[in-house]
């Protein structure tokens, strides 16, 4: 059973930026960030394999980067330029078996940090 703890929500106006981290209990294939906001599905945001080739999807291409430390077992998710549309739970996820933005694919899942973008 791998056990994922989220950190670094916090509170930020639009344009600003945060770095959240996910460590993990032990090595997997691949981790992913996903999100949810009050009223809404979870989505996937971005995947690291661990080779290092990642995934991200459209609405965060260009202001979000994901990335691992190995050596730690630690997911990191840098987001700048932060808009209140990004307002929502992250939550860290490891996948049964395959790689991918969907949430479906994953059966291990931290318990989520805050991230708030005020306008």
Known sequence: QVKLVESGGASVDAGGSLRLSCVASERTLCLGWFRQAPGKER???AAAYSDDNTLYKDYVKGRF???????????YLHMNNLKPEDTAVYYCAAPISYCSLESEHYNHWGQGTQVTVSS
Do not use: I, P
């Open 65 to 75: 980067t994901v990335s691992r430390d190995k050596a730690k077992n630690t997911l």
């Open 43 to 45: 989505e996937g945001v």
